[in-house]
């Protein structure tokens, strides 16, 4: 006759419903915890240090690569060379002429997140200025520009004010900038071109494909698709290129010109952006130097 079981266990809920009791766990001894501390998001007091994920911890990591002051717009003239009469030697170098360089917007870390300086150089006629930038102009008292770029710089103390021209005297002889230009575009390369592809053999066995890439990728091992990235024939050139380290041997104020040792990258007539080198140390400004002219021009 089989067993009958009380009627109080009868009348017990499942074990996953019945409330968990706190057990005296005591973590093993080691090296590691077994249970670390969780983190809370909203522990933050002026005792703890600052949190490494955030914006600000973000910007002051990379305070050092980021210049003290703004740098400038100026275009390619062309190249020509310097004898030094002490040593007799040559150096080839390039001619970059500044023109109308004005400071035009600010970027500030509350509103931006970083602090940056907007600069413009040329004129442009105001027709051919869209409404939405001929009103940017307008709001900062600034005659349009040909050229905009921003330039980003470590603090506040960055920022010129708004309408202050940047002449030649802006950079020293003997210190050192970074060049940035658009390269000179080649059009469609092959890869041997573009990529410096060696090509077929010239003869055995060989017809009409000694300048031809090749094999982009295998059938069946790898997916029978071509790998991102792969080099091939397409458009060469056209791209953003820096030189860094570029010493600037002469400065012209009263023609805007800066001569740059050696050469950088761009035509003839493109838009280059100096700023000082961030591999260099930053570059001493004599208190005796004066400050740069506000001048605000009307629109026309």
Not at 240 to 250: A, E, I, P, R, Y
Request: net charge positive; aromatic share 6%; proline share 8%.
């Amino acid at each position: 006759m089989p067993l009958k079981l009380p009627m109080s266990l009868l009348q017990l809920p499942p074990p996953f419903l019945l409330p968990r009791l706190p057990l005296n766990h005591v973590p093993n001894r080691g090296i590691r915890s077994l249970t670390p501390p969780r983190p809370n998001r909203f522990n933050r007091s002026q005792d703890l240090p600052l949190l490494e994920s955030t914006t600000a911890a973000a910007l002051d990591r990379k305070a050092y690569t980021i210049p003290l002051r703004t740098g400038v717009l100026g275009t390619k003239k062309g190249m020509t060379a310097i004898y030094n009469p002490e040593t007799g030697r040559r150096y080839a170098c390039t001619v970059v002429q500044m023109d109308r360089v004005q400071v035009v917007a600010h970027k500030t870390r509350k509103r931006n997140g970083y602090f940056a300086v907007q600069v413009g150089s040329g004129w442009k006629h105001p027709s051919n200025v869209t409404r939405p930038l001929l009103g940017h102009y307008a709001e900062h008292g600034v005659s349009p520009k040909r050229h905009l770029a921003e330039f980003k710089v470590r603090d506040e103390s960055g920022l010129l004010d708004i309408g202050e021209t940047i002449r030649a005297s802006w950079f020293q002889e003997g210190q050192f900038v970074d060049a940035r230009a658009n390269c000179r575009g080649m059009g469609f390369a092959g890869g041997m071109k573009r990529h410096g592809f060696s090509g077929q053999p010239a003869s055995h066995g060989v017809s009409l494909t000694h300048r031809a890439m090749g094999s982009a990728g295998q059938s069946q091992g790898g997916g029978s698709r071509v790998y991102p990235g792969k080099k091939m024939a397409g458009r060469m050139g056209g791209q953003q290129v820096t030189v860094q380290n570029v010493k600037v041997l002469k400065v012209d104020d009263t023609n805007g010109l800066v001569v740059l040792n050696g050469c950088i990258a761009g035509p003839d007539g493109c838009v280059v952006k100096l700023q000082d080198a961030v591999k260099k140390p930053w570059p001493e400004m004599p208190s005796n130097v004066e400050a740069p002219t506000k001048t605000v021009s009307a629109m026309v």
